[in-house]
């Protein structure tokens, strides 16, 4: 097994603040889920991007806890496995230096998010409600994509900056 070095163990940590900051303080409301629309994707692609797949617990516990100490305490876990699965999907469909292979990472990662959130508030809430809260985990995904696209353009400079 590959061992992790401090550097790179810290900088899971700080993006998994930075997961966390984008998903917790920039938020609109859902009032019929009681959930929100964030940046918060954006920064899961960035980790995966900077970190391969150590950017997948960066990117759940970052997200885990901003439900937690926003108070959304019924969406801790799904979101833990929810945003896990994003940045795995994110990270296992990416390859370098294909902007188009970018998208279809960021855009498959994105509707296993609008489906996991569809699944968890169907139980949770009924389907009226989980329907009605795909329009807006949809527009966190195409928020989260073009965010994780303008990260792939500053790449080679982002890897200046890690290095």
Not at 48 to 69: C, E, H, Q, T
Not at 102 to 114: G, L, S
């Amino acid at each position: 097994m590959k061992q992790v070095s401090v550097k790179q163990l810290t900088l899971a940590g700080v993006m998994a603040a930075l997961v966390f900051v984008m998903t917790y303080l920039p938020k609109v409301p859902v009032p019929v889920t009681g959930g929100y629309i964030h940046l918060g994707d954006g920064a899961i692609f960035l980790a995966v991007l900077l970190l391969g797949p150590l950017g997948i617990p960066a990117a759940a516990i970052g997200s885990g806890l901003s439900d937690l100490i926003g108070g959304y305490m019924v969406y801790v876990i799904p979101t833990l496995v929810i945003k896990g699965l994003v940045a795995f999907c994110a990270w296992a469909l990416f390859r370098r230096g294909s902007w188009l292979w970018a998208a279809v990472a960021f855009v498959i990662a994105e509707v296993v998010m609008v489906l996991g959130y569809f699944d968890f508030e169907a139980v949770m809430y009924g389907s009226a409600a989980a329907i009605a809260a795909i329009l807006p985990n949809v527009i966190q995904g195409v928020a989260g994509v073009a965010m994780g696209l303008v990260c792939v353009a500053l790449m080679p400079r982002l890897e200046k900056i890690v290095k």
